[in-house]
């Protein structure tokens, strides 16, 4: 197992210089640029700060340059926000997307696996088709009209929780954005749950368990459960990326200080460097979780091996 992880880490590499290289010809491509947006701003000044940042010099030194300052870990300046750098604005904000982003997913994982279990165990009865019909509404209801009706419910008319902010990190102010993010997943999982448990209770394994008189605790939890949790253990790689890497929406309506804001605004701004930033944090962040969820994969399922 280790010399798989060990080869995994190194194929890593040439797949962030072919994501990096990508993404850097590919932002230059598009039209616009970081200066090209203030209104007004002289010749002169847009000369003088495209020289200040190096935009002047031919693409492939540019290139050479950012390549040079990333192995160094220097995501370089923000050129919309230049009071902060890239690594600034990712260490004061993504540690807040990825608190909220990390409870989601695991409120989630327990709250849509348990609902996928109990419509597994009764299909095509009652709580079957209330499960269903509860995923089915919360797959397809978008986030932006989510958080709203959250704000409203607990916040307004109940006053459970506060309307936005952080508040410095309170959980009453995470309870909010967290049951946002959390309802899709919690609807995904449950029907990737309620599909695999169905096809793990009539595998052959599980006929021969209750043939020998297992109770059915244990047929679920020690056999069943091994093999269905599977699929939700694949998805649980992407999602933890995408979740923790922050929501536009989700920041912007609570009003919280995560980097899933700045980086719609530096992909409409052409922030160079904030947009290369969040490319290698994304692209990191899945190879990771990837990573994970292969080893997971192998220590949940005995078949797996990777030797």
Known sequence: MLTYVLRRLLTAIPTMFVIVTLSFFLIRIAPGGPFNQEHGLMPEVKANLEREFGLDQPLWRQYAHYLNNLVHGDFGPSYNMPDFTVAEIFRQGLGVSAQLGASALILALFVGGALGIAAALKQNKVEDY????????????????????????????????????????????????????????????????????????????????????????????????????????????????????????????????????????????????????????????????????DVLYAAIDPRVRYD
């Not at 309870?175 to 029907?191: E, K």
């Not at 930033?277 to 990771?288: E, K, L």
């Open 130 to 293: 209330a499960v269903i019909a509860v995923a089915t509404a919360g797959s397809t209801i978008p986030t932006f009209v989510i958080a709203p009706l959250i704000q409203l419910m607990f916040a307004l008319s109940l006053k459970l929780i506060p309307v936005a902010g952080w508040g410095g990190g309170a959980f009453v102010n995470k309870l909010g954005p967290i049951i946002t993010l959390a309802l899709p997943q919690i609807a995904i999982v449950a029907r990737l749950m309620r599909g695999s448990m169905i096809e793990a209770m009539r595998a052959h394994h599980i006929r021969t368990a209750r043939a020998l008189g297992l109770s059915s605790w244990s047929i679920v939890v020690r056999h069943a459960l091994r093999s269905a949790v599977l699929p939700i253990v694949s998805y649980a790689g992407p999602a933890a990326a995408a979740l923790m890497t922050g929501s536009i929406v989700v920041e912007t309506v609570f009003q919280i200080p995560g980097v899933g804001r700045h980086f719609v605004n530096a992909a409409l701004n052409r922030d160079y460097t904030l947009v290369m930033g969040t490319v290698v944090v994304i692209a990191i962040f899945t190879i990771v979780f990837n990573l994970i969820v």
